[in-house]
């Protein structure tokens, strides 16, 4: 079945530092691919998303490829904040579901970035 | 995100206890679902509703029951819990075709079961 594997956590930067969180699926079909943050004590929100490969998502200065090739939607951010701590999601659409969307999300890598 | 809401956004219940959540979306959307999220597990996909209609029952026990009256409003009912059903309960929407695949969720409410 399709699945989101992403890096464990926790990962600490520091302040300005360049971030990449690994994120690869497996998949049939065409999925949507996402990000998802959630910050302390709230629910997880959309952060960007692409719907095709080689659709760049951007949003707050984070940025991922959708890369079919290698199966992968990796996180990147070049100069994080500490606002930035939170745990970051990678997950993908299943398409299988027909007029609901079910997505699949990865276990969720904690980012802590430190002053 | 403002256009999810649930409450309440704590609860602490005894094992004999009944009590309700409830979700509202103000988004126009015509899907919404519950998920659970325990500490140090992916998050967990309990129900869909699409057009007030179940369209899937994760194997959730029966002490879970939902509700959905309306495309706006979604109730968790829970009854006899046990220690292990504490987490943070979410709740999210979606529009139920176009941008059907993006979901936009709630604060959540964090149940704790003594």
């Known amino acids: 079945g399709n699945s989101v594997t992403q890096m464990e956590g926790p990962v600490t930067l520091s302040e300005e530092a360049f971030l990449t969180i690994n994120c690869t699926y497996t998949?049939?079909?065409?999925?949507?691919l996402f990000w998802y943050v959630q910050y302390p004590g709230e629910g997880l929100q959309l952060l960007l998303k692409?719907?095709?490969?080689?659709d760049k998502g951007s949003n707050k200065g984070f940025e991922a490829t959708y890369r079919k090739e290698t199966t992968s939607f990796h996180l990147e951010k070049g100069s994080v904040q500490v606002s930035d701590s939170a745990v970051y999601f990678c997950a993908l659409s299943d398409r299988t579901y027909s007029s609901a969307s079910k997505i699949i999300f990865g276990s969720g890598t904690r980012l802590s970035i430190r002053p | 995100e403002t256009g999810v809401t649930q409450t309440p956004r704590h609860l602490v219940m005894g094992m004999t206890n009944k009590k309700s959540l409830k979700c509202e979306q103000h988004?126009?959307?015509?899907?919404m679902y519950w998920y659970k999220q325990s500490a140090k597990k992916p998050l967990e996909l309990m129900f869909v509703?699409?057009?007030?209609?179940?369209?899937e029952n994760n194997s959730v026990p029966s002490r879970f029951s939902p509700e959905c009256p309306n495309s706006s409003h979604l109730f968790l009912h829970l009854h006899t819990l046990q220690p292990e059903d504490s987490a943070l309960y979410l709740c999210?929407?979606?529009?139920?075709?176009?941008?059907?695949?993006?979901?936009?969720f709630g604060p959540g409410t964090r149940l704790t079961v003594l």
């Open positions: 692409a719907t095709k490969a080689d």
């Open positions: 998949a049939t079909g065409y999925p949507s």
């Open positions: 999210a929407s979606s529009q139920a075709a176009g941008d059907a695949d993006t979901q936009y």
């Open positions: 988004l126009g959307h015509n899907a």
């Open positions: 509703y699409n057009f007030k209609e179940q369209t």
